[in-house]
């Protein structure tokens, strides 16, 4: 006959399944902590693209002259507008921060020229994004090419997205390593001036 002892406390089986257990949810945690913060820096890059759309939306209509036409319409061609694939100015007007003042067109170039480097300096971008980048007349708000008609005003901006082996801030230095082109995150906007 067995005699029935009483038993206290937890054998060492118990105590190796409880750690296990633990181990896994605190892994599951810090997975979590890891996507959490990569989904902040995603949206933190949309709202700086957003903003910066903005700002040049703002300064389009604080230089109405550039953009309309004499006859009150939206012109078709505006130093403001960008096509796909063409450069940005190179370099700003310096005649517009003095105080001679400059045309309305030189206003425009030296406003792209500028936000271009606020652009430069906010979002993790190359050359190549940057081609991607879109100003233009538009009655089309949904689509991404232009077709020069309507009383729109579209812009387009594009950054590389963070979610690549890539340190942040910075885009890829070997293309060959991470497409740029899969990493490039777009913020469309439409606006009456």
């Known amino acids: ?72 319409e939206l ?21 517009c921060r003095t105080a001679s003042g400059c045309t309305s067109g030189q206003m425009a170039t030296d406003h792209l020229f500028l936000w271009t480097q606020q652009v430069r300096n906010s979002l993790p971008i190359d050359d190549n994004t940057l081609a991607t980048y879109l100003i233009c007349r538009d009655s089309t708000p949904d689509t991404v090419a232009c077709d020069n008609l309507g009383s729109a005003i579209k812009i387009r901006t594009a950054w590389l997205s963070r979610n690549s082996d890539c340190p942040a801030n910075t885009p890829c230095a070997n293309a060959g390593a991470v497409d740029s082109a899969n990493r490039r995150e777009f913020y469309q906007i439409s606006f009456e001036p």
């Open 75 to 95: 012109s078709n061609n505006s130093n403001y507008y960008k096509s796909l694939n063409e450069s940005f100015p190179t370099a700003g007007v310096a005649a």
């Open 1 to 72: 006959m067995f005699k029935q002892t009483d038993q206290r406390g937890f054998s060492m089986i118990e105590v190796l399944v409880a750690i296990i257990i633990i181990s896994i949810g605190v892994l599951g945690l810090v997975a979590m902590q890891g996507k959490t913060i990569q989904y902040t820096q995603d949206a933190s890059q949309r709202n700086v693209a957003a903003m910066l759309a903005s700002d040049l939306m703002e300064l389009v209509r604080s230089n109405r002259n550039a953009v309309f036409a004499p006859s009150g």
